[in-house]
């Protein structure tokens, strides 16, 4: 198959493209690299945020466009998969229909199925970003993106894309779920594809403290729940100053942020989610136990009823703390749940076997 991928999300569609270029298949990834991330890609469409940027993006867009033509499939990795405004992408994702064979929707973040799924009562998920039960999360992120997605250019383009596109791919349980009401016959959820990373890997060893890891960012620290998370790790290292110690990212460069995991052994993540999303996974694939979201659903939607290497934690500051002093007191299985992290990634995430996966599906559709 001769196959485009436009737009980045962490790392999920370059890793796709080596899985499918394993198997024989001709890939193009064309992305800005997620921003400040900068992931490698094959084509480099970036805007940059000065007088004339917005200008030189549309020329490099539209010179480009032509080469964009004759693919057995296209998967847009979100329904804004270019940095222009909702109304500039619709022509150009009709381009993309009429000149290739398969157009493909990738559910992997933020867009109107998501914030409707949230935002909808009775709430479908026990909790989420926008609401804990009944408790809508009311905050400068959940107004943001209500605004964005609601009744907006960019919820009609999602609308069009969802309506005419081939099929639609989701990367994670809750995404799967915010689009199967309304289109259950085309739609699949595949694992995120995760290049294993064990050279750092480290069997943690019980004669040293325990080493937990937390990155902030301070923009998203309300929407992910890290600052919740934070709380309740300082007074764990505070209460267990013999047995743990903590270490904290705040906005720091990737590389740096990396390397600190690899000298973790546990690593909070995100609050809010069901499911690991790649930082997690990531971590995961290194050896790491993720505390984060990680509830029976996401085992469920992967068929697993054996492993069980995440601790999984609700949005409450005593339940994270209930779960890290679990950790704390039960020090001697660290090492097989760290085992058995690698073995979970390994097992539902390999590239190759994602790719498989997708390969089927577009066929299929």
Not at 276 to 301: D, Q
């Amino acid at each position: 198959m001769k196959i485009l991928l436009i737009g980045e999300y962490s790392n999920v569609h370059w890793t796709l493209a080596e899985g499918l270029r394993s198997l024989g298949h001709t890939v193009c990834v064309v992305s800005n690299g997620d921003f400040w991330k900068d992931y490698r890609r094959d084509v480099s469409l970036v805007r940059k945020y000065t007088k004339l940027g917005g200008l030189r993006y549309m020329f490099r867009l539209y010179s480009l466009l032509p080469k964009f033509k004759g693919y057995d499939v296209v998967q847009l990795i979100n329904p804004m998969f270019l940095e222009i405004k909702a109304e500039r992408i619709a022509p150009i994702y009709r381009y993309l229909r009429r000149h290739n064979r398969k157009v493909f929707l990738g559910a992997f973040g933020m867009d109107a199925y998501w914030v409707e799924a949230c935002t909808r009562k009775p709430h479908i998920f026990r909790y989420s970003d926008f609401n804990i039960g009944d408790r809508e999360i009311v905050n400068d992120y959940t107004r943001e993106q209500s605004a964005d997605w609601q009744g907006t250019a960019k919820a009609t383009l999602n609308h069009e894309i969802a309506d005419t596109c081939n099929g639609i791919i989701a990367g994670l349980y809750e995404y799967h779920e915010a689009y199967k009401g309304a289109y259950a016959g085309k739609l699949a959820y595949i694992p995120l594809p995760v290049e294993p990373d064990k050279g750092d890997a480290q069997v943690y060893n019980q004669e040293r403290k325990i080493r937990f890891f937390i990155g902030i960012q301070k923009e998203r620290s309300i929407y992910k729940g890290t600052d919740i998370m934070l709380r309740a790790l300082e007074r764990i290292a505070t209460d267990y100053p013999q047995e743990c110690e903590m270490l904290k990212a705040e906005s720091v460069p990737f590389e740096q942020y990396s390397k600190m995991v690899n000298d973790c052994d546990v690593l909070l993540d995100q609050l809010y989610g069901y499911s690991p999303a790649m930082n997690a996974l990531l971590a995961m694939s290194k050896g790491k136990i993720v505390v984060g979201g990680a509830e029976e659903e996401c085992y469920a939607i992967l068929g697993e009823d054996k492993l069980r290497p995440m601790v999984n934690v609700t949005p409450s500051e005593e339940d994270v703390y209930a779960k890290l002093q679990w950790i704390v007191k039960n020090r001697e299985k660290v090492a097989a749940m760290q085992r058995e992290s690698i073995e979970y990634v390994e097992k539902h995430h390999n590239p190759v076997k994602v790719a498989m996966e997708y390969l089927e599906f577009w066929s299929k559709k």
